[in-house]
Every structure is written in structure tokens, then in C-alpha cells.
């Protein structure tokens, strides 16, 4: 396909960061990133076989910082139009270190493959190879999991990894 992703990073957060994390192991694709000191998430400690640095700090914001920096790209799915919190942190910080981003927003999408022809785009255009997911946990959107697993699967059809 074309297509030369070599690496799924993401923070370890429930929600986008885990699916997206889930997604790579269960595709054989090389997953990292950076989590806050303690592997901290909303829901506890975050597993270990997530292969997650943890950063000097337990700051939330400093393990976005550090993804952004690490990665060629990011792409901040959710499901509503709005970036808050933490998604719209990234989106700063991206800009910030001059990174491409994307956010790919379930309510924007006029169907369920928009998002992912969008992404593959996105990923083709900008030459990335490691990409850093972001996203909101999924205590403020419960269904994010779906979207992301979903949206990775039509973008990166990776099977044949298998």
C-alpha cells in the first residue's frame, strides 16, 4: 500500500493513547512513547507491557510534550468537532515544535472511512514513519476506543504483518 509506518507512540492514557497502543501490539507494529512518572493514568498504573518511557516528572503535560518532540507526526482522533484539555494541549505543542497534526473528529466525518483516507493522507504527505496518537481518555469520551481501532484499521491495513 504504500505506506511505511514503523511506529505507534502514544502517552498510555485510557482511551485514544491505550487503543491506539492496542491496535500496534495486536498488528506486530513497534509501539513506544512516553508516560508520566509512575506509568500514572486515570484508571491506575498503566501495564507494563505497554513499552512506555516514563519521563522525570508525573506531569500529563510533560509526556505530551515529550511524544510530540520524539514523533514525526501526530494525529488527535476524537469524537466531537472540539479539541479540549489535553487533545487541544498537543495540538499546541505540535505547532509549537513545528510537527505536522491532524485532528480527525468522529462528528466531522461524513462516513466511517473518511477519517482513515484522511489519516493515510496525512501520514503519505508528511513522510511520517512514527506517529504519536492523541486523543481524550475515555472517562470524557467513553467510545474513543472504537473510533481510534477503527480508523487505524481502514488507514493501516497492516495483515499482512502478521
Known amino acids: 500500500m ?5 511506529k505507534i507512540v502514544s502517552g498510555g492514557q485510557t482511551g485514544a493513547d491505550r487503543a491506539a497502543l492496542d491496535w500496534a501490539l495486536a498488528h506486530g507494529l513497534p509501539h513506544g512513547g512516553w508516560c508520566p512518572r509512575g506509568r500514572k493514568a486515570e484508571d ?7 513499552r512506555l518511557t516514563e519521563t522525570p516528572g508525573d506531569s500529563y503535560a510533560q509526556r505530551t510534550e515529550l511524544n510530540v518532540r520524539d514523533s514525526e507526526g501526530t494525529a488527535i482522533l476524537s469524537l466531537s468537532r472540539t479539541l479540549t484539555g489535553g487533545s487541544r494541549k ?3 505543542l505540535a505547532r509549537q515544535y513545528g510537527k505536522p497534526w491532524l485532528h480527525l473528529s468522529k462528528e466531522a466525518e461524513a462516513s466511517r472511512g473518511d477519517a482513515a483516507k484522511r489519516l493515510r493522507g ?3 504527505e508528511h513522510h511520517i514513519r512514527v506517529l504519536n496518537v492523541a486523543g ?3 472517562s470524557t469520551e ?7 481501532r477503527e480508523t487505524l484499521d481502514l488507514a493501516f491495513e497492516v495483515s499482512s504483518r502478521r
Open 2 to 6: 504504500g505506506l511505511a509506518l514503523a
Open 44 to 50: 491506575g498504573t498503566i501495564a507494563r507491557h505497554y
Open 90 to 92: 498537543t495540538a499546541e
Open 122 to 124: 496525512f501520514v503519505r
Open 136 to 138: 481524550p481518555r475515555a
Open 142 to 148: 467513553p467510545d474513543i476506543g472504537r473510533f481510534v
